[in-house]
């Protein structure tokens, strides 16, 4: 991509909120919900060991670096 990659990092209240203009209120709700779920349960999340579910479904996770790469993006 050759650019900088900034991750800016919003409470889900928040993000809701910047959600309602593009998909409106209740889906705003329920989009931030995952992301309460995920704040809520990080500990939990975290620590599962998903090494069985990778084999199941025959993935392997690439880091965020890996991931930016193989996008083919858009730049205006």
Do not use: C
């Amino acid at each position: 991509m050759d650019k900088e990659v900034n991750f800016i990092s919003l409470k889900p209240d928040d993000f809701e909120k910047q959600l309602i203009s593009a998909f409106g209120k209740l889906s705003a709700k329920e989009i931030s919900n995952l992301y309460r779920y995920v704040e809520r349960e990080n500990e939990n999340l975290v620590s599962k060991p998903f090494s069985k579910t990778q084999e199941l479904l025959n993935v392997k996770p690439s880091t965020v670096q890996e991931w930016v790469k193989s996008v083919t993006w858009s730049v205006s």
